[in-house]
């Protein structure tokens, strides 16, 4: 059975995932940048928390502390310097977006970046390089046109592209994740992730 997932922006984590990576090979597993803005992160902590029981490594900002003192400061050097370390540490970036993205200013700045260091770095060696940079449509806007920026990356729109995602990403068929309880049926009938994402899409 896999092992879960870690936020490798939590100091711990990141040493847990340093002590773990001494006995299996988790160098070579994919870590996902989650880029959201401020009022959507409850969406995004289960999000992730969904990601971390797929054996899936995730950037979440909110256990960064050198971020959120920089934010608590709000020095935006030192913001954006943290923000860029987290993307280059990651493999993949998912932007979670809702009706609120759109007033963002640090969710634009972060797709460029994006693009720049973990897109542009992979292109040569990458065949399917569009799923590093993914889009995740919340409930409020999973039926809506997305802003051109937007609709640069792999969208995904609802659990069932959701459960896909992490199966291309980590490289196993969905059925033994299900089975293993990685992740959840995206029909059934409580999904963890209903009050977020439209199960329909």
Known sequence: MEKKGFNKA??????????ASHFDNLNNRPCVFLSHKKEDKP?????????RDAGID???DIEDQGLQ???SINDPVKITESIKKGIRESTHMMVVVSEKTVQSHWVPFEIGYGHASILDQNRLTD??????????????IAEKTLPDYL???????????LNEY?????????????NESQIIYH???????????????
């Open 10 to 19: 939590e100091f711990a984590g990141k040493l847990d995932w340093i002590f």
């Open 43 to 51: 969406a995004c902590i289960e999000v992730a928390n969904y990601l």
């Open 58 to 60: 995730y950037y979440l």
């Open 69 to 71: 003192y920089a934010s």
């Open 127 to 140: 065949e399917n390089n569009t799923i590093k940079l993914s889009v995740l449509t919340l409930k409020d």
């Open 151 to 161: 609709r640069v990356g792999y969208i995904i729109q609802g659990t069932k592209s």
């Open 166 to 178: 992490i199966t291309k990403i980590s490289d196993r068929l969905e059925k033994s994740m299900t």
């Open 187 to 201: 029909g059934a009938r409580k999904h963890p992730l209903d009050n977020i994402l439209n199960w329909q899409l």
